[in-house]
């Protein structure tokens, strides 16, 4: 069976460096699809991503602006293990990957592998377009993707995902 991948960008694209996750996903999507990865735009609807994830996916690339503390433009690559519980945001213009995670456990659901592909952006006031650091970052980041969705079907199904509700 194939496994089943989704690749989501997250982010405002009126919060300047925000949209780097919508901005990857927007690249990787002009990429050749690969049998069972699903590349997504998902904005600002992080409830829509929850509800997406119930349908069974062995592993989740999130694409998001990541702010750490490093020099604009820099990657990360982090896989969140178990984390303390977080609240449930249910306000869809708010909710960032580790509330997106609190929801679809708190449905019931889980993911089996989660890999965060972060960028520090060096501005999220109002405006759009990124900043040149984050967009000149674009391009490795849709390739350091690419080697993520490889790595991640190769490894699919290794740890079973507990299974989730199913939507109607």
Known sequence: MTPRLLVAGVGNVFLGDDAFGVEVARRLTARPPRPGVEVADYGIRGVHLAYQLLDGYDALILLDATPLGGAPGTLYVIEPREQPPQAVVHDAHSMEPGSVLA???????????????GCEPARLEEGMGLSDP????????????????????????QEAPRPGPRRK
């Open 134 to 157: 984050v967009a000149a970052a674009v391009p490795e980041a849709v390739d350091l993707v690419a080697e993520l969705i490889e790595e991640c079907l190769q490894t699919a199904g």
């Open 103 to 117: 929801l679809l456990d708190a449905l019931g659901a889980r993911v089996g592998r989660v890999v965060v592909v």
